[in-house]
């Protein structure tokens, strides 16, 4: 079966991409980062180390950057191969595709692999890193092949799934949505697989050694503890990759099945609006603007005349399907994952369990959802405009500025308006149950008030940020010609910003002594300031967008060390009020200078003129 000259094409054009060789750098230089950060929380430099301490430390280290890699290759690898398939359909180029010669296993697999070619260079590039932490101790080559068999097989199955979203939805952002939906559900139900499994009569052992072979973050797991797997007749690496290969070829055998069935997908039939004063109510005849003679009315569709709003814009947004048929479909997927989240994180709550940083078990998982939702959401409410030729119509139009943008923005607020609202009412849950503060004990009479304040300062925070994800979405996909360089843009801020702090807690909870990690933390910081000002900048730099790119880092890890370097809810830490103002101004900020240019600036802004510049 020969993968065809999709495959062919990429495989010799991505190693000439500029890009290819930055992506290789910073990513080399994010695992150096982390593991600089991770020796200077444990040992650091001011005494030498000895062999024990070396073998003590190099499974730590491990297990930090093979947890950090395996997340980095589930998202980026499904939302690589979803979009480059999106991204054809949505310029009408993947029916050229149809129409061509070319076998439905060459589309196939040629689109999946040939968008997974550059994740494959980064995985083999990280060989000999790896291979090289073997010199500490405490690691043995058979656990790096093990963790790099279990990386690529996960690589391989999400890139899978995201190419068979993308060849059964018709709009980017379905496919985007229901790809990290369908992952997230996945994991969920492997977890929960005891539940299901307990009334089979299997023992502990063999529902937790099922879980292994479909579960990435648990094979992973495994390799870190190998005393476990002893005595198995085979190691919990190698039955996950098998797994996962035979589920990567079930859904690529679908997608090449269902291939010409699914696409081209059904255009939905366009009607001609009825003007407001057009109809003539007693003769139903039209009067020509110039002439005044009269014509029978005619729409090119049947059915009822559709009434366009004050703001064509918004009305598309809302009345329409400018984002796809079945939109029902994401959201019905979202509330089962919002289920399943909600179970597992209220559960232990609600029977009366004790639980350190009770209301980030559900409030995290829930809110980085929605954000990303929100964020793809944003993207592809312009990304789809463009490929589509949509968008250069309605540039040529008498709309204004403030129409176009409060337009798409006041839609995606309706649009998401699912994905927007659970965040701040499981605050408002948490908040109820008196779990956003824990007073200390000798004053249980805060309970109250912190209590109150951290609502409110969470609620308002969950706000602005949804409100910057947005704003950034529509911000990125305007300045940027590339759509899917736009939605990885986009989706790649949302996602470090929110999975590299997460990151930044973990490092900081190894010995809970920050002053040992200053250093790295800085070149940290400055990564992240150089990422973000690119994001927001990209080819016409503002200094309101460089400072945005300063502020916004800064706050998120000051909020971070106010809430880990104290005892939360105690009169040690900060007050809540504090962190939140600070969070308020930097991301207020950031979407005043993203706003400004697009409503009074907007044709430069756009490209369509120089801005005096020539």
């Not at 300063?550 to 005892?567: E, H, N």
Request: aromatic share 10%; glycine share 10%; charged share 15%.
């Amino acid at each position: 079966m020969s993968l065809g000259p999709i495959f062919q094409r990429e495989f010799l054009t991505v190693p000439r991409r500029p890009g290819h060789y930055v992506a290789r750098v910073a990513y080399l230089g994010t695992l150096l980062v982390i593991a600089v950060t991770a020796w200077l929380s444990t040992l650091g430099w001011a005494r030498a180390s000895n062999l024990g301490e070396l073998a003590r430390f190099g499974p730590v280290l491990f297990q930090v950057l093979t947890f950090v890699q395996l997340s980095l290759f589930l998202f980026f690898s499904a939302l690589a191969s979803a979009s480059a398939i999106a991204k054809e359909k949505d310029r009408r180029t993947f029916i050229l595709l149809l129409l061509t010669d070319l076998r439905n296993d060459e589309i196939v697999l040629g689109k999946m692999l040939g968008s997974l070619l550059p994740m494959l260079l980064l995985l083999l590039s990280s060989v000999p890193f790896f291979a090289i932490l073997t010199l500490l101790g405490g690691i043995g080559l058979e656990q790096v092949f093990h963790a790099i068999l279990i990386i690529g097989a996960t690589s391989l199955v999400a890139g899978s799934l995201g190419g068979l979203i993308g060849l059964w939805r018709d709009r980017t952002f379905q496919s985007l949505a229901l790809t990290v939906l369908l992952m997230v559900l996945y994991l969920l139900l492997v977890r929960g697989l005891g539940g299901l499994l307990a009334p089979l009569g299997l023992s502990a052992r063999q529902i937790g050694l099922a879980q292994q072979w479909l579960d990435p973050f648990l094979a992973l797991l495994s390799v870190h503890h190998p005393i476990q797997s002893q005595g198995l007749l085979l190691a919990p690496a190698y039955g996950f990759a098998l797994m996962m290969v035979l589920v990567s070829a079930g859904l690529n055998l679908w997608g090449m099945a269902r291939l010409r069935v699914w696409n081209p997908s059904g255009e939905p039939l366009m009607q001609r609006e009825k003007p407001e004063d057009a109809e003539d109510k007693e003769g139903g005849l039209v009067a020509r603007p110039l002439t005044g003679e009269k014509r029978a009315s005619a729409h090119a569709a049947p059915g009822a005349v559709r009434r366009v709003g004050a703001n064509p814009i918004l009305w598309r947004e809302v009345y329409t399907r400018a984002y796809g048929r079945r939109p029902l479909l994401v959201k019905t997927a979202y509330f089962i994952v919002l289920a399943l989240i909600l179970y597992s994180a209220l559960g232990p709550l609600l029977r009366g369990e004790k639980m350190a940083f009770a209301a980030a078990y559900g409030l995290i998982p829930v809110g980085v959802l929605s954000l990303l939702l929100v964020t793809a959401q944003a993207t592809t409410a312009i990304t789809s405009e463009r490929d589509t030729g949509a968008l250069d119509l309605l540039l040529v139009t008498d709309l204004t500025p403030k129409e176009f943008v409060f337009g798409k923005l006041l839609g995606i607020c309706y649009n998401t308006k699912e994905y927007l609202l659970p965040p701040l009412l499981l605050a408002g849950v948490y908040g109820a149950l008196g779990r956003l503060a824990t007073p200390p004990r000798e004053n249980p009479e805060l309970l109250g008030g912190m209590n109150a304040m951290a609502l409110l300062c969470i609620m308002g925070a969950s706000a602005i940020l949804l409100a910057f994800a947005m704003v950034l979405g529509i911000h990125v996909a305007l300045r940027t010609q590339n759509s899917q360089l736009a939605i990885v843009n986009a989706l790649s801020t949302i996602f470090f910003l929110t999975v590299g702090t997460l990151v930044t807690i973990a490092l900081i909870l190894i010995n809970g002594q920050f002053e040992y990690q200053w250093g790295a933390f800085v070149f940290f910081l400055m990564a992240g300031v150089g990422g973000l000002w690119y994001v927001l900048n990209g080819e016409r730099p503002s200094g309101a967008l460089t400072w945005s790119a300063w502020f916004c880092p800064l706050a998120v890890l000051y909020t971070v060390m106010s809430g880990l370097v104290a005892r939360p809810g105690s009169e040690e830490s900060a007050d809540p009020l504090v962190p939140f103002l600070v969070i308020a101004a930097s991301f207020v900020f950031a979407i005043t200078a993203m706003l400004l240019p697009l409503v009074s600036e907007f044709d430069v802004a756009m490209g369509r003129t120089s801005g005096g510049a020539d």
